[in-house]
């Protein structure tokens, strides 16, 4: 089983949708949850992180974790042409950085 | 301005010519890492370095060396290139903040070609 599943796509959606991305990890010492935004030709960026189980809030972006599941979600709302990128959800153990295989999103305008 | 630069940004070569991928940072991180994204693979860690002249193997080191001599530089070296070392290669420079988790900041990238 691999450490951190995560949904490739392509995921395409309409301006104004509400985008859901999912990842699924088997580590239970996992510490800290990522999102990281990579756009075309360019190195990841650092959306969002959180370490609890719960929602965190970030304008239009909601991280949602839930250890008990092992379980992490990004939601985008009011989707924007702008937010066509790869997102990747990443996990902290240790300081050692592990990724997702990226989900690739396009928002049609 | 914080970066890390990464050079070249494309590289075509054949294989078994030794090349180098340079990495600088400015942002005076001790830990600095890289990285190869593959379709489907995602983003695997080929090595990395915690401080200067400390370096260590991460999940896909086999055909690269590395070295670290000074903090901000973190060359990757291919000695013989192989054809499955085509790939999208990302060196990062990371820190760990407390209760902040860790955080990556990555290079533009480098498109390797191995004919």
């Known amino acids: 089983q691999k450490e951190v599943e995560q949904d490739p796509g392509p995921l395409s959606v309409p301006e104004g949708a509400i985008v859901s991305l999912n990842c699924t990890y088997s580590n239970s010492a996992f510490q800290y949850f990522m999102w990281y935004r990579q756009y075309s030709r360019k190195g990841p960026e650092l959306l969002m992180y959180t370490y609890s189980s719960g929602n965190k809030e970030d304008g239009r972006f909601t991280a949602q974790v839930d250890k008990s599941s092992k379980y992490i979600s990004l939601f985008i709302r009011d989707s924007q042409p702008s937010d066509s990128a790869t997102y990747l959800c990443?996990?902290?153990?240790?300081?050692?950085?592990?990724f997702g295989q990226g989900t690739e999103l396009s928002v049609k305008p | 301005e914080a970066q890390v630069t990464q050079n070249p940004r494309y590289l075509i070569t054949v294989t078994g010519k030794k090349l180098t991928v340079t990495c600088s940072q400015n942002m005076n991180h001790e830990y600095m890492s890289w990285y190869r994204q593959d379709p489907g693979l995602g983003l695997r860690q080929i090595y990395y370095?915690?401080?200067?002249?400390?370096?260590d193997k991460g999940d896909v080191p086999e055909g690269y060396k590395v070295s670290r001599k000074e903090k901000r530089n973190f060359p990757l070296i291919l000695e013989s290139p192989s054809p499955n070392q085509t790939s999208l290669y990302f060196c990062a420079s990371i820190v760990q903040g407390v209760g902040t988790g860790t955080e990556a900041f990555f290079g533009q990238g480098t498109r390797l070609t191995v004919v």
């Open positions: 990443a996990f902290n153990q240790g300081g050692k950085l592990i």
């Open positions: 370095s915690m401080n200067v002249e400390v370096t």
